[in-house]
């Protein structure tokens, strides 16, 4: 949490009229005018890439033109812009190319709700119908996951400083170690098992498990295909629902459209948000296996649930999922940002700490957490947005557009290469 | 709750691939494609008036010119859409005008809050922080209230149906009756009184007290400006944070931008969503008095606080209140509704029932409580789009955009006597 | 709460090795040695008259010798002391006694559970059953409601001192206005249908009422005859079970065994503890309709259920009530107390205030609520042990053992005349 | 859980009149009528030797003639037996006795609280207070652990089946792996730290760890030494609460006055109750390091919490506990205990299972968990009363009088050993 003072005149007007909540203003002082693509200009003209991307909401770049294109002529057609549930043409063309470019290709017949336009809202509403189709109340989370700030969602994500917020008690909840967290040599998943099937464990069995394939905030913790396949077919032996939190991390962050894809497994709950609305529009939604789609109408709703802008820039994005092509563009680039971070070690072995992540999310944990924020800093100065995550915000996290292009991408990694060796000068 | 299948062919892709919460869909039956101020076409070019204005969110119209103008303008330069809480010139320039137009002739100094683009996160912010700034945990909220969906809201909304759907008890939150609740003979103040300052009642002094100065959801109930400055008064004695959710009757709704000017009352957090974004874009606001805006940086967040599009259109929207002329546009508009609806009783005796609400959010409340429904039936049939409220729905509601041009008005009005001559005739 | 140091050097064992949390010894500052019926002695030869009968729990006086002579004979004969739940002769013989004198004469068929030996567990054992049955969670309890001090029991007490003891949030309780708690005008039984009765009101179908037919603890407040039938009618209605707690009222305190016999209702359960067990040993009882008594063996339980010297007290004491003779003697004793009571108002006007309760627990609600502790303390110093209650601790209350000899009930109501003497005195 | 049905005649009245919940009457099938130390004898003459114990209510055994000598005399002499929290000589010669004997020889000086007359209660004083001076809300407990069926205990309490019970959310506690839950070569506690240490974990900072040092209804499952001193040390360095619930495990069950002796450990505060009352009389204490006796006077209360006979007999039963001799006496029996045990793998290598518990709580694990209870049944129809504990029953235990004469205690291991051979002929 970073505390210093805006001390630059031209953010007087933040200072003195927005709350103190504000946070990300407080990491990269300036003024934000204009962006392209992995690119943003402040006020003043100076450029910066950007490693950060909406922190996953902008996977598909800033402006992007194609998306641009249809948003603006849906509008000038005096296409609806707000229409809570109702049907329009701009939902039912979302629907078709989510089932023909999403669904079908992978055998899925989930039902897409639209829970009101915020991840958020996507968890709150998987909690309540898995509570309700299971007529159990115990939602088993992981160690460092995040899914949210409303009260349900708040309530299984780990981050203490975010609980505490809560200014309440956040129950009906209980966490598990997530892959990894006690080390390579430990099997987390028997671990839950024995709580499970020991009913004097005080763990009951939950209605759902609630688990992201690769922690984003909690700070770049993957799960191996291995574990998310036994963790499905451990909700599949005992009745939980597997909710699946692919907020961040979905919509081709990873690599694939969905970063669980290479596992195999269909869980029966998915959450979309971020880059679901393919312009950084609020939109999100919640895939249902049909059988557990027992909601009455209206049982949960949300005034915005039906931003058509979102749908129109969702169903352009989705073009770029009907070929192989983006995926292998989106692995391109994530091998050049593995090549630099695992030179890392080599460079400097003075920064102890070890390379995270996958596709477009990947970074580095520093042993001395501090230097995760000194990192981004630096790099600040030099033009490059990245951010921090982990619990200590320990890691430095580059996650660029996926659409960012080879030059600019090349030039990011430069700028960070040049961070480090200021880091590394000033360590010194 | 409207339990009926959606029949109509044209409807199949929704019924085939969308979740059975879908709701507002099942009332009006056809897919719509355009709309302009107070009017709706379907895809067969059928009109419809729009007395519903997206619940709220859409009270300066669909594709208000001057406002879409403004995005298209932003769009085009490369304006920034998505930047989390990043300053940018869109954010400042909204800030700007917000405390010019608004706080200002007021004489308030509330900072502003960003916490999500829906009602339920500004709601879910503000009872954050007054639990954290009070140290209490219980929020008072009333009678028929309606606050959101997450689980910290669907604690203080009333509405046992939506309150089921959390799946887990809903706490820290107790029950009071609204102004008028148990009839007008009984203040409820004192009522209210009593139990908080009873040491023994059971009632503990919440963190703070959740109101509505005019209940949409819960059935177009009005607070008296006594009963509200009374509250005001309550809380004051009490150390209890007022909260004012202004997310359905803010901007204008029911004549001044605050439901509750006329009160003359100045809460400690007001919640504002839905028209606030003016083009039906996912925007929200809390507002907080200087003193309690005790959150550190990040405390709650949410990607898509930084909607800048929404930003741009608030900003244009805010014009709307520069003078006093806009009110006075809206107060003509209700009085024409209140003759329609005055009528009633004396056209029909036989719907026995009341006339409800004020500006444009004012309807009728139907004793025999199925009515209200088959009355938005008939005028949907007719061409009239209009919904119902109220615990058991019995309140036909008349909602239009506040900028609706008097013809349209006036014509919408004509077809809701048509369809109020069509269910006396069923009925008799 | 009376923290005032215990400065008697004789208490010094007190001082030094218990915990704070003692109360009663820090108001009457003595060592007790002795007791008999209604009379105590301290360890210097001081008498005292009880007028406290051990908060309810020695209604048949201190070591009474029917009784006792009965505990002698059994313990000398090896009867078995400590059962858990088998079947023992203690048990059947008052099993047996209870139906006889106590259920069959109603013509009720309640089964009888032994939840563990103190009128908390009673609570507890009555609220997971009522849970269990209707399979909701919330209890209705009612202001000033004083049910226990363990976690379960405590939700649905109304004292916000013992409450906020808890440490945490106390929850699945709702509290409505008893009889009378608006003034003689207002009828609470309708106040609280319209709220059950409305969907809308945020108070749900609760799963239980819980009740005392005189709150003691909250303050003597007296339920009608008709408010209690009235709630009976409204649980019945609503499917909600009644749930009468006559922990500190039952065993003839009020008059007749259960406080709420004369109102004719049937409650689906009953607690019962303090003088059930007749010589003040520990004892509670849980009585359940047979149709409720849905329990699986052993889901509730505890070491001291089966404390079988309570049983054998228990059923000596029951023998008082094989005829009317013993009610009779009570209400003649309560008339003596009720004369000197209403002649507070006559004789010290300056005391403003009414007259509470009725049988053996009436009492003086001082407007100017701290004269009740001063007239505790003078009592006291003149040899006569009475407490206070309510939520400020305004009511002198006057509980002497059933048993109380007549002498010694006038000698007792003498001093408490020369104490209100004396507190008049101080006053002027 | 045993649903069988009491089909003997002589159990009518418990079956007419009794609730389904009574359980052990179920088990051992007839009216007790007498007892003497280690034996019981029914309605019907028949002898039975009790390993039982009172589930660790009669250490003393039943009707021990010094402890009645004492209650008789203090009884004839009209002593107090019901004094509230009042100060009576019997309760400061206990104080003073408790002091002498118990906490002075260890250096310790608790306050003693009296916190109503049941284990439940002692624990449920002990989670009030320790939220009360940490000011945080959860408490950490263990896998299988039992302390109580009030709401506050049962949230700590890991059987499933009794928290179902509860009929509402059981919150605020959290569950951790007990010493060897995972096998021996699971250090449980650094498992534990990495969660208590890791602000991303979703485990919060507890109020308070509540631990027993060998787990009776679990399943005899036994804390080390060296584990008992590492959760000591876990709490103090992050300023937790140590509570240890020595209900069942102390008062010499173990061997030791306190089942955590050898571990050298001191615990903030320790729950007494069963045997402490010395007589099977309803009693309990919580001992409270000075520095967190916090209470306000009366902020934890009970009818029962001044029962003088219980003093009375505790007192006396303490005489036990002056020299040495009475531990040796107690290790004497174990080592025959064990001797049995540690020959049934050997006897009867089909018996699957290991041996557990220490001092004179030890019992038999069965790998075929039906195997306990049959054991149970066979050894009853021999004349021996035991009971089974365990997640799944699958313990059978060995709990005498801890008083039992050698020869009681050699008879009683005899129809032990006549029941396997049974059980094992059955199972060939």
New interface residues.
Partial sequence: ???QLLELPE?N??ND??????????N?????????NAK?WD?NGNEYIDFFA?????NYG??NEKI?GK??DY???????????????A??TF??Q??EVILKPRGWNH???????????AV??A??I???VTGR?TIL?????FH??????L?????????E?????L?????M?YDG??GDDVDTLS?IK??LD???????IP?AVIVEALQGE??LNSASQEWLKGLEQLCKERDILLILDDIQMGCGRTGPFFSFDDAGIEPDIICL??SIGG????MAI?L?KPEI????????????RG?N?GFIAATEALNYWKTKEFQLDVEIRAKSIRKVLEDIPVKYPEFCGETRGRGLIQGFAFERQELAGRLSEISFDHGLIMETS???SEVAKLMPPLTIEIDTLEEGLKILERSLEQLSAEER
């Avoid at 509008?75 to 043409?89: C, E, F, K, P, V």
């Avoid at 917020?165 to 008690?169: L, N, P, V």
């Avoid at 020991?198 to 009951?204: A, C, E, L, T, Y």
């Fill in positions: 949490m970073n505390n953010l007007v933040f009229l927005e709350s103190e909540v504000r946070s990300y203003c407080r990269f002082q300036t003024v934000f005018e204009k962006a392209k943003l006020r909406g922190a996953g909401a902008l800033h402006n641009r948003l603006i509008m000038m057609q005096d296409g609806i812009t707000h229409s809570l549930d109702m049907a329009t043409n939902k039912e629907l078709t989510f089932q039902k897409v709700m639209f829970p009101g336009p915020t991840g958020t809202n709150e509403a909690l309540k898995a509570r309700k109340s989370s992981f160690t460092n996951a949210g700030m409303t009260l349900g969602s309530a299984v994500t780990g981050n203490s400083f975010k609980r917020g809560a200014g309440i008690a129950t009906h909840s209980v966490f170690p967290y006690y671990y024995k709580l020991d009913p004097g464990s005080g763990v009951p209605a909690g700070g948000s971020k312009f950084g529009l609020p919640t249902l789609d027992m909601w009455e109408p209206g049982e949960h709703n949300g005034t915005f931003n802008l982990g619990p200590h």
